[in-house]
């Protein structure tokens, strides 16, 4: 059981390069979520899915798009990185509905965008 | 005002001592009560979780919710080098059909031996 995992583990930018954050999960979740963790700001929700087939904002989405593939796969993307773009991005996955306080959190991107 | 506030440390404690870590709240609409921890450069783990307000033990580990007054603890018995972590509060509101999570910004532990 690989639990959640993310490709890549680090990546660096240039302003306006574009790039795809991937992740799997392989427990059966419905649910899955992507937040960006920056010093002093704890871990912010950028997008999640409650199922397949349905994505929703979160607190920060501005510069960010997201495709859930299938069950498993729940990607983001960096359409135009930009410097504030910086930061740890993490995938989540939990149960779906009532448990999805119970989630389970993959190694991290590290991405600097310069 | 945030919705969760914790303070961020650094804690440094001696090996063997009690650790008492905590966060304060502000949404009455909070249900579940969690703690992850984090170590350097790796994902948040679940470490426990209480649902509304008591305690809740495992191990060495403890925590408390007091809902009246807005205010969760995690209390780590014997603490261990192996402790040393970034402890983050989380809490949960029910929002549609599942439980929205707010992350407090997290309390950096060190364990000296």
């Known amino acids: 059981n690989a639990g959640v995992t993310q490709t890549p583990k680090f990546q660096v930018l240039k302003t306006g390069q574009s790039m795809t954050l991937q992740c799997a999960q392989d427990?059966?979740?419905?649910?899955m979520y992507w937040y960006r963790q920056d010093p002093g700001m704890g871990l912010r929700l950028i997008y999640y899915?409650?199922?397949?087939?349905?994505?929703d904002k979160g607190e920060v989405p501005n510069g960010y798009n997201v495709s859930r593939l299938n069950k498993r796969e729940f990607s983001l993307r960096l359409e135009s990185a930009a410097p504030s773009q910086t930061s740890v991005y993490f995938c989540?996955?939990?149960?779906?509905?009532?448990?999805?306080?119970?989630?389970?959190f993959g190694p991290g991107t590290r991405l600097t965008v310069t | 005002q945030k919705e969760v506030e914790q303070d961020p440390g650094p804690l440094s404690v001696p090996e063997g001592a009690i650790v008492s870590l905590n966060c304060t709240y502000s949404?009455?609409?909070?249900?579940?009560f969690m703690w992850y921890r984090q170590y350097s450069r790796k994902g948040p783990e679940l470490l426990m979780y209480?649902?509304?307000?008591g305690n809740k033990e495992d191990g060495r580990f403890t925590a408390q919710v007091d809902k009246s007054s807005k205010y969760i603890s995690l209390f780590i018995r014997d603490s261990q080098p192996s402790d040393s972590a970034t402890y983050l509060c989380a809490m949960s509101a029910r929002s549609g059909g599942y439980q929205k999570v707010t992350f407090g910004t997290g309390t950096k532990l060190q364990v000296i031996p």
């Open positions: 209480t649902y509304s307000s």
């Open positions: 899915s409650a199922s397949e087939g349905t994505t």
């Open positions: 989540a996955s939990s149960p779906r509905g009532g448990r999805s306080y119970e989630q389970y």
């Open positions: 427990m059966n979740h419905n649910s």
């Open positions: 949404n009455s609409a909070f249900q579940y």
